[in-house]
C-alpha cells in the first residue's frame, strides 16, 4: 500500500502577528512544520506534498529536502481545495494522510494505526477527541448508535449540533480515489463560503463507505498553533516531556521548569544539570558531567567528570574529559580542550586548541591558537590575532608559562618551556626553555616632580 502525505500549510497566521510565516516559528528549536515534516517522514510515506500560501519561498527554502513536494494555494478557498490542488501530485498513490503543518506535536503510533486501520476497512479514517469545551471546531455528527454521520463546522452548526462536544481534529486518512471522487463533489455553500475537507464525511456515508475514528494518546498530540499564547503552551509542554524523559534515564535536572532542549541531548550516567539551561542543536554530555546554572550549550560534546561552572557559553567545540569550564567563561567555536584543562571567569577562547592539563584561568583571550601541554596563561592574557584584515595563529609550546597581561601579537610561536615575563608585548617566535621579557626596564627619575595646579585667588 503506497501511501501520500498532504500537509497543510497555506494558513496566514495572521494571529501570530508575525512576519515570519506561520509553520516556521520554532518549538523546542525545530519549525513547527519540521515537526510535521519529521513525523510524516517517519510514516514512510511515497510522496509528501506542503501546500503552501503564505510566506512560500521562505517556507521551501527552511525545507530544502527533494522527497518534499510543493504545491502552491494561491487563494484560500478551504481545507477541501487546499487537499485538492495537492491530488495531481498523488496519482500514484493508495492511501493520503492529511497532516497540519500548524500541529506540531501529532504522534506517529497514532497515525500509523489509524492509517492501518482505514487500509484494513478500506474506511474513512478520522482522529476526533472530546473537549469540554468544543468552541470554534467542527463537531461530529453521530446516529443513535454511534455511527459517524458527518461532520458539522461551528459556523454551521444548529444550538442542538454546537452542544456536542466530539470535535474533529482535522486529521483524515481515505483511499485516494475515494477522497478524489468527494472532492469533485463538495461545494461552498455554507457559513463561511469554502470548499470543507470535512464534507467528504457525508459524502462517504452517502457512498456506504465506512467511518472509523481513533482517539490521539494525549490532547497535545491534535493542538494547533494559531496565537504566539498557544504556541507557549505546547514549547512549555515539550520541554517538560523533555525534562521528564531525561530524569527517567538517570539525569539530575535541578527544576524541570527551568530546563529547555532545542535539539538532542545525549547524557552518560549520573550527569547533573542546574537551572536556566538551554541546549542546541546536538549535545553529547559523558558520565558525571555537571552543568552549573544559566549555561548555553550549542553543538559540543562534554567528556565525562566535566563540570561546567556557572553563565558559561559553549559552541560547536569539544571538551574532554575532567576539564573545569566557567564560571563566565565563553567557548566560540572551533575550540578542542583536552582532559584536565581549567579554563576560569572572564576568558573567551575561539578555534582554539588547549592541551592536557593547561590552564587559563581569567581574564584573557585566546583565539586562533595552539596551546601545548601543561601551559599556564596569566591573567589578561591576550593573543592578537587580529591586524585590521587578517587573522594569524599563535602558538605555544608545551610547559610554558606566560605572565599576566602579555599580548601575543600573531603570527607567533613560544618555545617550549619558555617564560615570558609579566606585561610582555611578544611580537617574535621566542626560543625554548628561557625567560622573554619585551617590556621597558623599571626605571626611578629623580628629578621628576608631579605637576600642581597654579594657586589661584
Ligand atoms: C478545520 C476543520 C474543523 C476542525 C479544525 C481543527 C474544515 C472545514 N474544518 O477548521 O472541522 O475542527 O480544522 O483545527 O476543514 N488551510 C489551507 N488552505 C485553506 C484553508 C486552510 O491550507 O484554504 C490550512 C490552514 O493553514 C490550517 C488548516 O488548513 O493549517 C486548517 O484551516 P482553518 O481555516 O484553521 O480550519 P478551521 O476553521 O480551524
Ligand atoms: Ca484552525
Redesign the pocket.
Known sequence: MSLGIVI??????TRMKSALP??LHPLAGKPLLGHVLDTATSLKPDTIVV???HGGTTVQATFPDPNIQWVE?T????????VQQALPKLQTVDQILIL????PLINTDTLQQLIDRSITNTALGLITIKFADPT????IVRDAVGNILR?V??KDASIDELTINE????IMTAKRQHLGSWLNRINNNNA?G??????CIGLAVADGIKIISAKPKCTEE?L?V?DRIQLGTLERYVQKKYAVELMHNGVTIMDPTRFDLRGTLQTGKDVSIDVNIIIEGNVVLGDNVSIGPNCLLRNCTIGANTQIYANSIIENSSIAESVRIGPFARIRPGTTIAELVHVGNFVEIKNSHIGIGSKVNHLTYIGDSEIGNAVNIGAGTITCNYDGAYKHKTTIGDNAFIGSNVALVAPVQIGVDATVGAGSVITQDTPDAKLILARSKQQVIEDWQRPKKSSKK
Open positions: 497543510l500549510a497555506a494558513g496566514k497566521g506561520k509553520v501546500v503552501y500560501g494555494q487563494q484560500l478557498l478551504g481545507t477541501g481545495h487546499a497540519y503543518g500548524d500541529v470554534g471546531y467542527g463537531r461532520n463546522e461551528q470535535i474533529n481534529t482535522g463561511q469554502e470548499f470543507y475537507l470535512t464534507d491534535i494547533g494559531n
